[in-house]
């Protein structure tokens, strides 16, 4: 009678919490996202990006700040777009790098390499990537000024990547460290910390 209960019910619980734990990801910034999604942290001076495609457009963010699959431990976003859709600055900057040149992805590490991708420096140092755009899908080129809202490439599915989409992420320097930050956005609803799943439609609120 005792073990098959405890075959039945106590370990796949135990297991399940044991799983869970372990794919957390333990990054100290993740409770903060979780606060900053809420909107419990009132007094958030940080720079509002705009939704890094064309305006009056809609997308989904198919995967969130440090969630379980690859973004365990990266302060990123991904949308989920068609290979070819516009991306456009989220913020204005110095272009930095840009790798058009790769042909390959899959959800294989070894095609990391070949995600193409835009970095852009903002005025106070930070800067952004733009990932998995298509071949020769770069629309700027390294030295180039960009204007926030401009249209500086064409998605695509380059690297390491499942579907075709847009692989979003802002970096800061503290202490000498690159480090990856969440970031807030100008959405139809407002200014948003944005969530997995949830579809936004670049546009000023009505
Ligand atoms: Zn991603």
Redesign the pocket.
């Known amino acids: 009678m005792q073990i098959p209960v405890l075959v039945k019910f106590i370990l796949p619980v135990l297991l399940l919490l044991f799983i869970t734990s372990c794919s957390v990801s333990k990054n100290p910034l993740r409770k903060q996202v979780k606060l900053l999604q809420k909107g419990i942290n009132k007094d958030d001076t940080s720079y509002v990006y705009a939704l890094p495609y064309e305006e009056g457009k809609t997308f989904r963010v198919i995967?969130g700040y440090f969630s379980r699959f690859?973004?365990k431990e990266?302060a990123?976003?991904?949308f989920n777009m068609k290979r070819g859709t516009k991306i456009s600055a989220a913020r204005e900057g110095v272009v930095t790098r840009v790798k058009e040149d790769g042909t390959k992805g899959g959800l294989k590490k070894k095609y990391r390499p070949d995600g193409n991708n835009i970095v852009i420096q903002h005025p106070d140092g930070s800067r952004a990537g733009y990932?998995?755009l298509q071949h020769n899908g770069a629309l700027v080129n390294v030295g180039d000024t960009v204007k926030k809202g401009q249209v500086i490439g064409l998605s695509g599915k380059t690297g390491y990547?499942m579907t075709p989409?847009l692989?979003?992420?802002v970096w800061r320097s503290g202490g000498g460290q690159w480090q990856q930050v969440p970031t807030r956005f100008q959405t139809s609803k407002g200014i948003k910390y944005l969530k997995g799943w949830r579809k936004y439609h670049n546009s000023k609120p009505e």
Do not use: I, N
């Open positions: 995967q690859t973004h990266r990123a976003l991904d990932w998995h990547a989409h692989h979003f992420l």
